[in-house]
C-alpha cells in the first residue's frame, strides 16, 4: 500500500479537525513559548556565540524538542499554508543552522569546550537521537514539497556525518535511544540517497549484541539485549522499543527484507495481546518507563506514556502498509482516540505525559506558569522538565491525514474515519477522488461519494473495525447487506456513486484476559473505537470511584446523550485492619440501606477517557468492579 501525502487528503470536519485546529491556533505557540522561556531555544544561540556550556539549559535531549516542533510546523504549513507560521518556522530553522558544525554535526550538549566529547555517552547522551528528529523535521518539509529548504541541507549534511562516523569502518555504537534508525531509512527514501538506508540497517543489526554498557535495568532497556530479528516481544523502555520496531520495519521495506518485517510483526502479535493497556496504552513500569512482563498491566500504575502511544501508531502504520491486516488499523485508531487524543487538553495547553487508568486521588491543578517535575503529573500541566510528549502531540495531530487511506494497485483503502476530501493517483496514474461525511465516532455511519473513478477496474475498500459485531453496506441506495469485521472491497464504482457503511456502536462491556490479575473481577466500557471512564464528579453525594460496584447483568445503554452503567456505591467501614474473613456480611455496607440491604441502585453516567480531567480535578477508573 502507498501512503497518500497531505496534498491528496484532507480532513474537513469533526473530531480530529477540532483537534487539528486546536493543534494549528493553539498548541504550536504554546509549545514554542516554552522552548523559548525555558531556554531549550536559546541554546543554539549560544551554541553560536560562545555560550555554552554555562548558559546551557535544558536535559541533554532538548534539542530534540526543537525537532519536532519544526516536524510539526512543516507538516501544518502543508496542511494550511499561513505566512505568519512560515515566517516562525524559517527563523527557528536559521537558528539551528547557525549551530551546525562544518562537519554536519549539531549538538548544544556536547562536543565543545567544557562539554563533553562527542559521542562519549552513547548510552545516555541521546546526540543521535536528537539528529534523528532534525531529520525527521526534514523528511516532513521535503515530503511537502521543499526538497531544496534549507532544514532538508541541513539535515542532509547531518546524515552524512553520521554515516561518516558510524558507518561500517567506522564508530561501532548504537544510540542509547532509538530513533535515528527511523529517521535515516524515511530521509533516505524521500531524498533517494541509499546510502542514509544502508545506514538505518547497520544500525538495527548492530543492536542486541551488547553494544552499550549494562545499566540496573539491564540491557533491555534500550533493547541491546536481544537482536532485533531474534526478539519475541517488545521489552525495555516503551519508546525506545517503538521507535526500534519503526525503524526496523522502514529497513526491510526498503531493503526487501521480509523476514526483518516478519521479525517485526512476530514481537507486535505478542506484545499486542499480551503488553498493551485497553486504550492502546504501553508501558507499565513508572521507574524505567518500560513494558512489564506479560499481562502486567495494572490500571493505577499505567504509565502508558503518551509517546508510546505515538511510536506505537508509527509501528502499526508501517506494518499496515507492509502487510495490509486490518488489526493494525483498528491498534491506530484505538491508540489515536484513547491515548494520542487524552494527552492534550481542549484548549491545547497543557497535556498528560503518563496516561494512567485509575486515579485515585482527584489531582492538584498544576499552576500555569509552572514547570512540572513529574511526569505522572495527576492533571494536565502546560510543560514538564522532559517535555517529550506535547511537540509528539503537535506533529502527530498536523499530519493525522496521512493516516486515513491508502491506495495500491487495486483501487483506493480506507483506513481511518474522518470528514475528509481525498484527491489521490492511483500507481497506474489513473486519478481517484472521493469525499467522505460522517460524524465519527458521535455516530457509526460513514458516507462516502465518488467524486472521480479510474477509468479502468478499481475497488473501493473500506475497514470494518473488530469492535464492531455488527455492520451494514450500501451502495447507490441498493440492499442493504451485513458485512462483518475485516475489510469490505466494493468494485467499479463510478462518478457519483454512495457507499454507505454503518457501523454499530452499541456500548459494550469488555472483560479482561483473567491472567491480568490486577483488574480481575473488573469490567470496561468501550462505545464505538472511545474506551470509557467513570469520573467521582458523575457519582451521587460526593462517592469516589473506589466506592462504584457496576452491575454487568445489564448492559451499559445511552441516555441523554450519555453512556451510563448501572451500579451502587458502597460505604467502606473504618478498620484497623484491611483484610476480613470471606464470610464477614458488614465487610462492605450499601449505601441508602441497612448493613446487609440491597443498597441503591444508581444509573452512572460515563465519560469518553480522553476527555477526563477536563472538569476539573476528580478521581477516576477504566476498570470498573462488579463485586
Known amino acids: 500500500m502507498r501512503p497518500l501525502g497531505l496534498d491528496e487528503v484532507r480532513i474537513t470536519g469533526g473530531f480530529w479537525a477540532q483537534r487539528q485546529e486546536t493543534n494549528a491556533s493553539a498548541t504550536l505557540a504554546h509549545i514554542e513559548h516554552w522552548l523559548e522561556r525555558e531556554g531549550w531555544l536559546p541554546n543554539f544561540d549560544l551554541a553560536v556565540h560562545g555560550g555554552l556550556p554555562e548558559g546551557r539549559r535544558g536535559r541533554e535531549f532538548s534539542d530534540s524538542e526543537v525537532y519536532k516542533l519544526l516536524e510539526a510546523m512543516a507538516w501544518e504549513l502543508a496542511r494550511e499554508p499561513d505566512a505568519a507560521l512560515e515566517a516562525r518556522f524559517d527563523a527557528i530553522v536559521r537558528r539551528v543552522a547557525a549551530a551546525q558544525e562544518t562537519d554536519g554535526y549539531v549538538s548544544t550538549m556536547f562536543g565543545r569546550p567544557g562539554q563533553g566529547e562527542r559521542y562519549s555517552d552513547l548510552e545516555w ?119 526500534l520496531a519503526a525503524g526496523a520495519i522502514d529497513v526491510g521495506v526498503e531493503t526487501d527484507d521480509d523476514a526483518l518485517v516478519a521479525a517485526v510483526a512476530r514481537q507486535w502479535d505478542r506484545t499486542h495481546a499480551a503488553r498493551t493497556y485497553v486504550t492502546g496504552g504501553q508501558g507499565s513500569h513508572h521507574q524505567d518507563e518500560a513494558f512489564g512482563e506479560d499481562f502486567v498491566l495494572p490500571p493505577d500504575r499505567a504509565y502508558s506514556e503518551t509517546c508510546a502511544g505515538v511510536g506505537s501508531v508509527m509501528v502499526a502504520w508501517r506494518l499496515l502498509l507492509a502487510q495490509g491486516h486490518p488489526r493494525y488499523a483498528d491498534a491506530v485508531e484505538r491508540t489515536l482516540f484513547n491515548v494520542v487524543a487524552t494527552s492534550p487538553a481542549h484548549d491545547g495547553r497543557a497535556f498528560y505525559y503518563a496516561n494512567t487508568l485509575h486515579q485515585r486521588v482527584p489531582g492538584e491543578t498544576p499552576a500555569p506558569d509552572a514547570v512540572s517535575k513529574r511526569a505522572e503529573s495527576s492533571l494536565r500541566a502546560p510543560w514538564f522538565d522532559v517535555s517529550c510528549c506535547p511537540p509528539n502531540v503537535a506533529r502527530t495531530f498536523a499530519s493525522l491525514a496521512g493516516y486515513l487511506a491508502t491506495v495500491d494497485d487495486g483501487g483506493l483503502q480506507l483506513h481511518q474515519y474522518a470528514s475528509s476530501e481525498i484527491r489521490a493517483a492511483l500507481p497506474s496514474g489513473e486519478r481517484v477522488a472521493v469525499d467522505v461525511e460522517t460524524r465519527y465516532p458521535t455516530e457509526g455511519r460513514v458516507r462516502v461519494t465518488v467524486v472521480e473513478a479510474p477509468g479502468s477496474r478499481w475497488a473501493l475498500t473500506l475497514r470494518v473495525p473488530a469492535w464492531s459485531p455488527t455492520a451494514s453496506l450500501r451502495v447507490d441506495g441498493g440492499v442493504e447487506r451485513r458485512v462483518p469485521a475485516g475489510v469490505v472491497a466494493v468494485p467499479d464504482l463510478r ?43 458523575d457519582l451521587p453525594d460526593g462517592h469516589d470511584v473506589a466506592d462504584l460496584r457496576v452491575d454487568p447483568s445489564v448492559p451499559p445503554r445511552e441516555a441523554d446523550g450519555r453512556v451510563v452503567v448501572r451500579g451502587v456505591v458502597v460505604d467502606h467501614r473504618v478498620r484497623t485492619w484491611p483484610y476480613v474473613p470471606v464470610d464477614d456480611a458488614d465487610a462492605r455496607e450499601p449505601v441508602g440501606a441497612p448493613a446487609g440491604g440491597d443498597g441503591m441502585v444508581h444509573d452512572i453516567a460515563l465519560v469518553p477517557y480522553h476527555d477526563w480531567a477536563n472538569r476539573g480535578p476528580s478521581t477516576m477508573r477504566v476498570w470498573m468492579p462488579t463485586r
Not at 515530503?143 to 539535515?155: C, E, I, P, Q, S
Not at 457503511?501 to 472483560?511: G, I, T, V
Open 125 to 243: 547522551g541521546h546526540e543521535l537521537y536528537c539528529q534523528g528528529h532534525l531529520m525527521q523535521a526534514a523528511v516532513a518539509r521535503a515530503r511537502t514539497g521543499h526538497l531544496d529548504d534549507l532544514l532538508v541541507r541541513v539535515a542532509r549534511r547531518s546524515a552524512d556525518h553520521v554515516c561518516a562516523t558510524f558507518g561500517p569502518d567506522g564508530n561501532p555504537g548504537v544510540c542509547g535511544h532509538a530513533e535515528v534508525e527511523v529517521a535515516l531509512a524515511e530521509l533516505g527514501r524521500v531524498l533517494d540517497e541509499p546510502r542514509y538506508v544502508r545506514q538505518a540497517a547497520l544500525f538495527v543489526e548492530r543492536r542486541g549484541h551488547a553494544t552499550l554498557a549494562d545499566i540496573e535495568w539491564g540491557r533491555s532497556y534500550y533493547q541491546d539485549d536481544v537482536p532485533v530479528r531474534d526478539a519475541e516481544v517488545f521489552r525495555g523502555h516503551a519508546v525506545r522499543a517503538n521507535y
Open 495 to 537: 462518478a457519483g456513486s454512495v457507499v454507505e457503511l454503518d457501523l454499530d456502536m452499541s456500548p459494550r462491556f469488555l472483560h479482561p484476559d483473567d491472567r491480568i490479575d490486577a483488574v480481575r473481577g473488573c469490567v470496561a466500557v468501550q462505545r464505538g473505537p472511545e474506551v470509557l471512564c467513570v469520573e467521582s464528579v
